[in-house]
């Protein structure tokens, strides 16, 4: 059984009031809250040209830098996929039709994940408990990296933030690693597992397959064995560095907000809409290719307290929310660039390296 974690939810006025304001706006311009053509114009570039430069890498002798150069844009282009295609999929923000989610979703399987326990991992777990040290899994990444003040201390961490960049590159295949133990284990962290049904367990060994096949026996047989390393070491390596730094922007950084939970029950005095807006940061608005790029998720204040509507509404929302945090003296952390955001998660790793960062 996890830890228990209820929120303050005797008041909510703040959610209240915003969710009628969003509401307003969709029902104003007759939006659908879900994907729409900017959205499927990402998928008709994002999804054919991965298959494009994975069968260019395969087939086409190129000089070597050439090809080192397209396995680091062969990982970038799997890392949009995931922040445009799986992301919005997997929240069921996509489409308005359920078995389009479905489907798009098992980009995940395709990225070398799983699906239906991303769904837990991230949708449910890490959307509601959002730095709650004990239940995020998201934060759970000790002994290599402390990142909040309830987390113990380990003499190696005064160096995190010079390492932790390398480590972030191996994101993906821990990734892909970890899943064998939530499977088995039948829990994500401290949360138990819901049961999988046999579609489930057909669909996580079949992914799990497929990752072999695609990524190593085919370009061993095709390209060789040491091809295959470096392009698959480069790949993978720019994948997770990619999807590791946007996240961690998100919620590790100056100012954000922590909780902590252990066995007995822990309520967090405010309602679950402040704590996303607390533990949550945004970056670079005025960027349009890291919007992107990133699916949005420079925008992640609004994609926490709405993940159900499609990133490609966020922009538009976020004066909405902007202003409602404002009315009711609710920070609304914002960097104004990816590298202000970066150098901030940076100070913050480094703080937490320090004896001076102990307890809460």
Same mark, same amino acid.
């Given at each position: 059984m996890g830890y228990r974690v209820t929120f303050n939810n005797?008041?909510?006025?703040?959610?209240?009031?915003?969710?009628?304001?969003?509401?307003?706006?969709?029902?104003?311009n007759g939006l659908k809250k879900t994907g729409n053509w900017r959205l499927y114009l990402k998928t008709a570039i994002l999804l054919p040209s991965a298959i494009g430069l994975y069968l260019l890498l395969m087939l086409v002798d190129m000089p070597w830098l050439l090809t080192a150069s397209l396995w680091v844009v062969f990982g970038?282009? @799997?890392?949009?996929?995931?922040?445009?295609i799986m992301h919005d999929a997997c929240h069921g923000s996509f489409s308005t039709r359920g078995w389009v989610n479905e489907l798009f979703g098992l980009t995940n399987n395709f990225l070398g994940g799983n699906a239906f326990l991303w769904k837990l991992k991230h949708n449910i777990i890490h959307h509601t408990y959002t730095n709650?040290?004990?239940v995020d899994d998201d934060i759970n990444n000790m002994p290599f990296l402390r990142q909040c003040a309830t987390q113990p201390l380990k003499p190696v961490h005064r160096f995190q933030a010079i390492y932790m960049f390398f480590l972030y590159g191996f994101t993906s295949l821990f990734m892909f690693f970890m899943d064998y133990i939530k499977y088995f284990s039948k829990k994500v962290y401290t949360?138990?597992?819901?049961? @999988?049904?046999?579609?489930?367990?057909?669909?996580?060994?079949?992914g799990k397959l497929f990752f072999i096949a695609f990524y190593i026996v085919m370009p061993i047989l095709l390209v060789g064995w040491k091809w295959w390393l470096v392009g698959?070491?480069?790949?993978?390596?720019?994948?997770?560095l990619t999807l590791a730094v946007v996240f961690q922007l998100a919620h590790v950084v100056e100012h954000a907000e922590f909780e902590a939970a252990g066995m007995d029950p822990v309520k967090i005095e405010n309602e679950w809409a402040i704590h996303q807006v607390k533990t949550t940061a945004n970056f670079a608005f005025s960027n349009r290719i890291i919007t992107w790029f990133v699916g949005g998720l420079n925008y992640q204040i609004e994609h926490h307290l709405f993940p159900r509507i499609s990133h490609i509404h966020y922009p538009a929302l976020s004066r909405i929310v902007h202003d409602t945090c404002e009315k009711f003296g609710i920070q609304y952390l914002y960097f104004h660039s990816t590298r202000a955001a970066i150098a901030s998660h940076v100070r913050f790793m480094h703080a937490m390296g320090r004896p001076a960062y102990l307890g809460r």
């Open positions: 005797s008041n909510r006025d703040f959610f209240n009031t915003l969710k009628s304001e969003v509401d307003a706006y969709f029902e104003k970038l282009n @799997m890392a949009a996929i995931g922040f445009n709650v040290d004990g949360t138990p597992l819901k049961p @999988m049904d046999a579609k489930e367990h057909v669909l996580f060994w079949t698959f070491i480069l790949s993978q390596f720019t994948l997770g």
